[in-house]
């Protein structure tokens, strides 16, 4: 005997029928929900002109950072970290390709106007995040083209950005009521407020939801490139009262200037936290080179190398080595140390690593990944830290490999030779004393040279 069903039954049938869909769908969007809370968020904080010493976790016993120190106790402070350059455009390029400036094409520092520009052809951490399901915002200092409205070169949306807030290259008048910030394309206009904060407010507002479209159930990844402490320095009153006690005005606007960026780095970092977002956050703290001022006791701009050798601009320790910090919890124990060397150009590597994204694997990619250094294991590398700089006073050129640094000119005929390990102030050079390993290292050097003379000659 047949069972009839009857129109109630056919009603419930179509009730359940629609539930299960309703939470087959629902189950499909938290699965996906699920699958992109376990690809953690990534923020890149850039300083610019930051020194090697100018942080108190880093030795600084007269500026207060009390946000980045505290930043440091709960991550790993690398004591040997390095700019891509010892200027501040190569450097940032060096962050968002993976490559050293001569492979991409932007090794010198670009003033307003110029022609030169990050390739639109370069792969950037960006546009290979945004592929892996992230959403992708930069704000604050750009400095990566000749101008922010110009159509005839990439802007920050070419290169793989969701949302953007930045100025071409310094903020002006100074980071006080700066005019010249340009918002996905548009002039924004004269801004009440101080650089670092206004652009960690922007971010804020774009992390919340408030600006841009962004979607809330993917993962984010954000570049917060300050101007502080880059001349021209302006810092709120408020942060200079907290060196009232100084005599030297310039002294205290550098100071307060710095103290300034800190601040908004913690709102951001609470920010953060108060959107449950902290624990799932891969963040690194570095600085764009060593710090501007050649006669750092006079005037607003100052800065320090803790001793070492040079200042910006240079290939000597003092214009390349800066402030490196990461905190990841679960994977990077709190108040660690790496004294392991590692360079800007790391950080599109490790971004990949972390985030499962692949690497181009049509061009040279410098940077090595620093997951390794986070479990105390050490950092493969297959290509020497290199540098390069046209503009350097001294040696333009130098290499890093293991404790050994050697320098030279561009016509690699006079050679420098350096144990950092034991000479971190590259005060005696070893070039005679160790004739065997000057030799391996004026090979080897030779050798980085010329390939990364060779692909920076090609187009893609």
């Known amino acids: 005997m047949k069972s009839k069903i009857t129109r109630s039954d056919s009603g ?3 009730v359940l029928v629609t539930t299960v869909l309703v939470l087959v769908g629902m189950s499909s969007l938290f699965a996906g929900i699920s699958r992109a809370a376990e690809k953690p968020n990534i923020v890149v904080f850039l300083a610019d002109d930051l020194g090697y010493a100018d942080l108190g976790c880093y030795g600084d016993e007269q500026v207060k950072t009390p946000h980045l120190d505290r930043f440091a106790e709960q991550g790993m402070r690398f004591t040997q970290f390095y700019a891509g350059a010892g200027t501040c455009s190569p ?4 962050i968002l390709t993976g490559r050293t400036p001569y492979r991409n094409g932007v090794y010198r520092w670009i003033p307003g106007g110029s022609d030169v520009h990050l390739r639109e052809a370069e792969v950037t951490i960006a546009e290979l995040l945004k592929k892996a399901g992230y959403e992708t915002c930069h704000v604050g200092k750009w400095h990566l083209n000749g101008g922010l409205t110009r159509k005839d070169q990439p802007q920050p949306d070419d290169h793989g950005y969701d949302y953007w807030f930045a100025t071409q290259n310094n903020a002006r008048p100074s980071h006080k009521y700066p005019r010249n910030f340009v918002r996905n394309g548009n002039q924004v206009g004269k801004l009440k407020g101080y650089a ?3 652009i960690v407010r922007e971010a804020i507002g774009w992390l919340e939801g408030r600006l841009g479209s962004r979607d809330l159930e993917k993962p984010f990844f954000l570049t917060v490139w300050s101007h502080e402490p880059h001349k021209p320095i302006h810092a709120a009153p408020r942060f200079r009262r907290q060196y009232s006690h100084l005599d030297d005005a310039g002294l205290r606007h550098w100071l307060g200037d710095v103290t300034q960026m800190d601040a908004a780095f913690g709102r951001l970092m609470a920010t953060l936290k108060r959107m449950d977002a902290a624990k799932n956050t891969f963040v690194i703290v570095t600085s764009d080179n060593g710090p501007e001022s050649r006669n750092p006791d006079k005037g607003r701009t100052r800065g320090t190398t803790g001793g070492l050798r040079g200042r910006k601009r240079d290939a000597y320790e003092g214009g390349i080595r800066v402030p490196g910090i990461v905190r990841w919890p679960g994977h990077v124990e709190p108040s660690s140390v790496s004294k392991q060397p590692a360079v800007t150009s790391d950080i599109f590597t490790t971004v990949c690593d972390i985030a499962e994204a692949s690497l181009p694997q049509d061009r040279t990619i410098d940077g090595a990944s620093l ?3 986070f479990h105390g294991q050490a950092i493969e590398r297959d290509v020497p830290l290199y540098w390069h700089n ?6 333009k050129i130098a290499m890093r490999s293991g404790d050994w640094k050697i320098l030279t000119d561009e016509q690699l005929k006079d050679f420098e030779l350096y144990n950092l390990a034991k000479d971190p102030e590259e005060n005696n050079d070893l070039a005679d004393e160790r004739p065997k390993r000057f030799k391996a290292m004026k090979k080897k ?3 980085v040279h010329r390939g990364v003379e060779r692909e920076g000659n090609t187009s893609y």
């Open 12 to 14: 419930s049938i179509a």
């Open 91 to 94: 450097t940032r390029s060096t």
């Open 196 to 198: 670092a904060p206004l």
């Open 371 to 373: 997951v390794p250094a």
């Open 390 to 395: 046209r503009i350097a006073k001294g040696p």
């Open 445 to 447: 050097l030779r050798d």
